[in-house]
């Protein structure tokens, strides 16, 4: 019979067995990890040169290198001057752009196809002057651009062939600016003591920056951006883009939306197409618009407004847009 002393006895000499041999057992070699040798593997430095730039520089960076695969290696800063990049040797394309921005994502699978692209709104979300207003119209013939944000500032440069073969082959990028401001004064504006809300567009202008061309791409986009007055008769409004399209292709309507103290509201839509393409146009003609430029339009109508019967300037039934087409001199 076993006792409960048997059972004891017999469970120490088993862990006593089991011990000696883990004893006597060699352990096992661990892998090694092996050097990259270094003709095949090194550590480039990446200078970004603000040389042609104005203003403050940007808080951070995105780079992007193409290696001879075509895959991107996507690299960041945490500031304007780059830094220090552990890749393989070889033949590399690069890309460099600002990356503290909100309003822009960049896409493409290649060099040649890589873009910067602002992302799109609505006329009511960016019109906030309008709030709570519904279906803010579009110019005739523009109903099928898509809106988008003002772009931020943006800071692009493109390398076509960089040869990293040894720790001197640094990399240095000269940053240009890929936006540009448009500005548009209206003076003569009939009643605008009466105006209580104000905001415009510009329609036709590149939604997106090509940094391998330096050029803004065919696709078009209306740009909602902020008017204010200046002094008694004058509409001043400033608009950040990428310029407009290289091949020239759409039309360009600058439009207004005015409320006036009466609850009215009115669209006043000016074709600015030939002052955009216009190679005597300052920063015109040429599709990044590559000096900022400034249009001078004369005359803006806008009704006397009409008192409701209580006279008090304000009429809350009113909620429709007319439109008004008027011809332009520049």
Known sequence: MITKRHWFI????????????HENEEPKPQPQPQPIPDDIYGEMNVTFDWSQCEGQQP?????????????????????????????????????????DTETMKASGS????????VIPTTLEASARVFAGTRGIPKAVGTDEQEVIYEPEMLYTAADAGHEFKTTADDLRLIMKAATHNYTFTIDHVDNLSHV??????????????????????QSTAIIPFTLEAEGSASLVGCVRCFGHCPEHSEEH?????????????????????????????????????????????????????????SNTGLNPEVDGWEEITIGIEL
């Not at 290198?65 to 890749?87: D, M, R, T, W, Y």
């Not at 209580?196 to 791409?217: E, I, Q, R, V």
């Open 10 to 21: 017999l469970s120490l000499a088993i862990l006593t067995l089991c011990s000696c041999r």
């Open 59 to 99: 808080a951070s960076m995105s780079l992007y290198l193409f290696n001879e695969e075509n895959q991107s290696i996507p690299i960041s800063f945490s500031n304007a001057n780059g830094g220090k990049v552990q890749l393989l040797k070889g033949n590399y394309q690069a890309v460099a752009f600002n990356s």
């Open 110 to 117: 290649s060099w040649a196809d890589f873009t910067i692209n």
């Open 196 to 217: 209580t809300s104000m905001s415009a567009t510009l329609s036709g202008m590149a939604s997106a920056f090509c940094p391998a061309t330096g050029l803004p791409t």
């Open 253 to 309: 309507k600058l439009v207004v939306y005015v409320q006036m103290d009466d609850g009215k509201k009115y669209y006043y839509s000016f074709d600015v197409t030939d002052a955009l393409h216009d190679p005597n146009t300052p920063g015109g003609s040429e599709p990044g618009g590559t000096i900022d430029m400034e249009l001078e339009i004369d005359g803006l109508p806008l009704p006397e407004p009409i008192e409701d019967s």
